[in-house]
């Protein structure tokens, strides 16, 4: 590709692409509008979330993320903190409340890993 | 595997909008030796980052906080604080009259563990807020009842701020009757420590009293007295007065000489605050004498002077007048010394005169002063006892004797000491001559002090010296000369002449002398009006003496208003008390046959 300087003063890119019709302003507008829709989407989804799920919602979801769980022991988790009537967050933090927790309402194996990667495992 | 910490750590990463509940979720669901990590991290972010709306959102967590923590937690709070409190106890909803008593008693917990975060509190301006969030939970029982808000009012009273202490003293206020209750729970709970202190609020009054007045064990009465210093207060004898005299003597045992120092020592100072027999003051005094500490020996004393049972009293005081502590003996001494009757003087003559060689000087210089002379005119002022007593062996010797000195004055006061032994012993008549002369005399002092010796007496010549003193150039002799006319010869003067008089004393002698006269009549009730609102600030102080004196009834309105509005501190003052006590007499004349020339006046 090489740049060509046209009689007008006007800058086409020769080679690709392939219709030197379209001028650069027109690209970084593209790129603009692009950046701008990615952002609204993004928002949106935030500000869905935040309309959706509660603050200790959200922090649960995005402590376990950071913390690797799969889907599979995030939900279990989840459901652990739901049926033992305590914050999820707090289950991935407090040991002593994931131990009372389990003792009392759980027992699956994705619980185990769950335990496993959060408390016998550094943490990443 | 990973420490507490580092899982902790892992939530910094966070947003601190869901870091704070994440955390406050954690901490309350966390096991004992996790919670001070969490506090911890709590603490600093609310260091970094406080809402208006963080104390109310950490409130669940201080309830199970460590306590170095939770004064952390506070402390981190504390800006925002006072508005919290103030926003959720008006609110009215459980779930925020909740958080305010988690809040109000983690600050309340902290103050009372820390005089320094006390400090912190108060520069914060958290006692008012904390006042008003008490009071608004305690007003809006009926809505959120609470009983939590309750047993915080009945945990603060002690140290209540003005809008609890209000809400406390209310006569009608809804609540009363479940503050009462919770009341008696607490004291099921934790027996009657705060009885004391509940005494001087009348919603908590009574629960005190049956707290008190039931079937406690010793050991908990003992530690009731430990508020005993708090009895002083008139309230709480008050309310405690009405317990019948065999409760406060069960309060206050006789047999509380096995237990500790400071038991024993409440003990004693309650027995000062209360009403209790001379018997078993005395009975108390008694079982002290061999008390080891001297704090206990000393209340014991004091004890003694309150009762009134004279020959046991001396008998008691006379063995602690030698007591080992200076403090104790002197103060033995003092009541050996203060006794007033001849024949108890006599009692403890042997007493004092054993006493001149105490080890205390103080007691010493007590018993020097006191002991009953046996010669009436062996020092400058004549010992009363002694001189009653010679005035019984020799009358005539004892007359003459007092003649002469009076004949010869040495100096003033001297001569005041034997008018006052004369007029005590009733010898006005064997001394007429002298005062007929004395009464001119250019000593003031001796002048108005023979005026009333000379209205005892009937003479001619006396009725002529007092008639003649009343235009005598000093004041004070012209009262008294008036004084005594008026109360013992009112024929010999015209006592309305002198209604005006410019100064205050005789004005308001001759005014009493006219209110004596004639109760209910119009002249005597102008003259005490036109004094009680002359602009002098004397003249309307004796219009003031006058009107107690005579029980005016009449003018209790003049009285109030100069209690109300008199430009003179004192003369308020004076003003204040004569108008309380002309309404405890009106009050008192209700019960008795009705006086007309009373209620005349």
Redesign the interface.
């Known amino acids: 590709m090489t740049l060509a300087i046209a009689g007008r003063g006007a800058v086409w890119l020769e080679g690709t692409p392939a219709d030197p019709a379209i001028p650069l302003w027109v690209w970084l507008a593209a790129l603009g509008a692009a950046a701008i829709g990615v952002g609204l989407v993004v928002s949106y989804f935030a500000w869905r979330d935040a309309q959706l799920h509660t603050?200790?919602e959200?922090?649960?979801r995005?402590?376990a993320r950071?913390?690797r769980l799969r889907r599979a022991e995030r939900i279990a988790v989840h459901r652990l903190g739901v049926e033992a009537g305590?914050?999820p967050?707090?289950?991935?933090?407090?040991?002593?409340?994931f131990e009372?927790a389990r003792s009392a309402h759980g027992n699956a194996r994705s619980l185990e890993r769950a335990e496993s990667r959060?408390?016998?495992?550094?943490?990443r | 595997?990973?420490s507490?910490s580092?899982?902790?750590?892992?939530?910094r990463?966070?947003a601190p909008?869901?870091?704070e509940?994440?955390l406050v979720?954690?901490l309350?669901?966390?096991?004992?030796?996790?919670r001070p990590f969490?506090a911890d991290e709590l603490a600093l972010l609310l260091r970094q980052r406080l809402r208006p709306g963080s104390p109310l959102a950490i409130a669940p967590a201080l309830d199970v906080c460590p306590r170095e923590q939770r004064r952390c937690l506070v402390l981190s709070i504390l800006p925002a604080l006072p508005g919290a409190l103030r926003e959720a106890a008006r609110a009215a909803v459980p779930s925020e009259t909740s958080a305010a008593l988690s809040l109000t008693s983690a600050a309340l917990g902290c103050a009372h563990e820390s005089p320094a975060f006390s400090e912190a509190l108060a520069r914060a301006g958290v006692g008012p807020a904390l006042d008003e969030a008490l009071d608004c939970l305690a007003r809006g029982f009926d809505e959120h009842r609470s009983e939590e808000a309750l047993e915080a009012v009945i945990a603060t009273c002690s140290a209540a701020g003005p809008r609890v202490r209000a809400w406390l003293e209310g006569d009608d206020e809804p609540g009363h009757m479940a503050l009462r209750a919770a009341a008696r729970t607490a004291s099921r709970r934790a027996p009657i420590s705060s009885a004391i202190v509940w005494l001087a609020h009348p919603a908590l009054a009574g629960v005190a009293r049956r707290a008190l007045a039931g079937g406690a064990a010793a050991n908990d009465r003992f530690d009731a007295l430990r508020s005993a210093h708090l009895l002083r207060s008139p309230a709480r004898r008050r309310a405690l007065g009405l317990l019948g005299s065999d409760h406060l003597q069960t309060l206050c045992p006789i047999d509380a000489c096995e237990q500790p120092d400071d038991a024993r020592l409440n003990v004693m100072t309650s027995a000062l605050s209360l009403r209790l027999s001379d018997k078993h003051l005395s009975g108390l005094s008694s079982a002290s004498l061999q008390d080891p500490s001297a704090p206990v020996r000393l209340r014991a004393v004091l004890a003694l002077e309150r009762a009134q049972t004279a020959r046991m009293t001396d008998e008691i005081a006379s063995d602690f007048s030698f007591d080992s502590d200076e403090r104790v003996a002197r103060l033995a001494a003092g009541v050996l010394a203060d006794a007033r009757t001849v024949s108890r003087r006599l009692h403890n003559g042997a007493s004092l005169s054993a006493l001149s060689r105490s080890p205390h000087a103080s007691v010493r210089r007590i018993a020097r002063v006191s002991a009953p002379s046996s010669n009436a005119w062996g020092t400058d002022v004549p010992c009363p006892i002694a001189a009653r007593l010679e005035l019984d062996s020799d009358p005539e010797g004892f007359t003459l004797e007092l003649r002469s000195r009076l004949a010869s004055p040495d100096d003033v006061p001297q001569t005041v000491a034997l008018l006052t032994l004369a007029d005590r012993l009733g010898l006005a008549g064997a001394i007429e001559d002298e005062l007929l002369r004395l009464i001119g005399s250019a000593q003031r002092e001796v002048a108005s002090k023979c005026a009333p010796l000379l209205g005892r007496l009937e003479s001619e010549a006396s009725g002529a010296a007092l008639v003649a003193a009343l235009g005598a150039d000093d004041d004070r002799v012209r009262a008294n000369a008036l004084e005594a006319i008026a109360v013992r010869r009112p024929h010999l003067a015209d006592c309305a002449a002198y209604a005006d008089d410019a100064n205050p004393r005789v004005r308001a002698n001759a005014i009493r002398s006219l209110v004596a006269r004639d109760p209910g009549g119009s002249e005597p009730k102008e003259a005490l009006g036109a004094m009680l609102r002359d602009r002098r600030p004397h003249h309307r102080r004796s219009a003031i003496w006058i009107a107690g004196r005579t029980r005016s009834l009449g003018s209790r309105t003049d009285v109030a208003e100069l209690a109300a509005s008199d430009p003179e501190p004192e003369v308020r003052t004076r003003a204040e008390s004569c108008a309380r006590a002309l309404d405890a007499w009106r009050r008192l004349s209700w019960t008795r046959p009705r006086d007309t020339r009373l209620e005349a006046a």
Request: proline share 8%; aromatic share 4%; with cysteine.
């Open positions: 603050p200790l959200r922090a649960f995005r402590t950071r913390l305590v914050a967050v707090s289950l991935l933090v407090s040991r002593a409340a009372a959060l408390f016998d495992e550094p943490v | 595997m990973p507490t580092e899982r902790i750590l892992s939530l990463r966070l909008s869901l870091r509940p994440a979720e954690t309350c669901a966390a096991g004992e030796e996790e969490l």
